[in-house]
């Protein structure tokens, strides 16, 4: 028989448990001592733009609890 989602019972786990879940096994996953690929200068710069738009105060931010307060208004969580 397959392992399922439901064959492990985690179809009834809360919401906020099925996050830890996914938090856990994404820490368990860890991160190879090198790289395993490299990026394009072009990429690298793609990467840094947002940052040195924010530093230049072109991007309004949105705070992290203003999100979820949101997240839990729409979807109860």
């Known amino acids: 028989m ?3 989602f439901q064959s492990l019972g ?3 786990l809360s919401q906020n448990k099925k996050i830890a879940l996914v938090d856990d096994l994404w820490d ?3 991160y190879p ?3 395993t690929h490299t990026l394009s200068e072009a990429q690298l710069n793609e990467l840094q733009r947002p940052m ?3 530093a230049a105060g072109n991007i ?3 705070p992290l609890e ?3 307060t949101d997240i839990e208004r729409r979807y109860g969580a």
């Open 60 to 62: 309004a931010w949105i």
């Open 2 to 4: 397959a392992t399922t």
């Open 10 to 12: 985690l179809d009834k």
């Open 33 to 35: 001592e090198e790289p």
């Open 52 to 54: 040195a738009e924010a």
């Open 28 to 30: 368990d996953l860890g």
């Open 66 to 68: 203003d999100v979820r």
